[in-house]
């Protein structure tokens, strides 16, 4: 049996929050040559994996849409940091 939309969002988050490293300082490091701004991605995904973190403890329903949606930022995310050097590919979020 699948889970709920709010059972995989958490299972998301978890799996987003092991893939990336955001306490790492090296991933919010700026070499200088980036094809995006690694401290701004990792602000912005950590923003919204709290975000959605609080909602859930509110008791709110993700839609399927959200979980795509939050999935695919994730996925975009870890792309760039790859592409900067901050993360191998080994652990790319679902």
């Known amino acids: 049996m699948k889970p709920d ?3 995989a969002l958490r299972q998301l988050i978890e799996q987003v929050r092991a893939a990336i490293p ?3 300082a090296q991933a919010r490091a700026c070499s ?3 094809s995006g701004c690694s401290q701004k991605l990792l ?3 950590e ?3 709290a975000a959605w973190e609080q909602r859930l403890a509110e008791g709110e329903r993700p839609s399927l849409a959200d979980l795509s949606r939050l999935a695919k ?3 975009k995310i ?3 940091l790859v592409r ?3 993360l191998s590919e080994d652990a790319e979020p679902s």
């Open 43 to 45: 602000d912005y995904l």
């Open 73 to 75: 930022t994730a996925r």
């Open 5 to 7: 939309t709010r059972t």
């Open 84 to 86: 900067n050097g901050n």
């Open 22 to 24: 955001f306490e790492a």
């Open 78 to 80: 870890h792309r760039v």
């Open 32 to 34: 200088g040559d980036c």
């Open 47 to 49: 923003g919204e994996l």
